[in-house]
Nanobody
């Protein structure tokens, strides 16, 4: 089992920055891909960024150049640095761990970007 707890969301003006954190417990995450997803009201959950166990990163086109995913295996934590935020980035952001073909999710953290 993996428990994931997100933090760092909040209200920010367009152009601002936030850093989300995802603290994992119950299992070491160093061997597993970790990701951030988001879900806006009335929309499906979508991929934001993924980082492999080896540190390879993949981003949605909409966030490339603005968001950076990273991991600190010593702290069992994954981060999402979000810069140049836009109103369309408003959503609940969820942390994900893919462990043995199972998906584990946190409860999410709200990010609201005002124009």
């Amino acid at each position: 089992q993996v428990q994931l707890v997100e933090s760092g969301g909040g209200l920010v003006q367009a152009g601002g920055s936030l850093r989300l954190s995802c603290a994992a417990s119950g299992s070491l995450i160093s061997n597993y891909p970790m990701g951030w997803y988001r879900q806006a009201p009335g929309k499906q959950r979508e991929l934001v960024a993924i980082i492999s166990s080896g540190g390879r990163t993949t981003y949605a086109e909409s966030v490339k150049g603005r968001f950076t995913i990273s991991r600190d295996n010593a702290k069992n934590t994954v981060y999402l640095q979000m810069n140049s935020l836009k109103p369309e980035d408003t959503a609940v952001y969820y942390c994900n761990c893919k462990r043995y073909n199972l998906d584990y999710w946190g409860r999410g953290t709200q990010v609201t970007v005002s124009s």
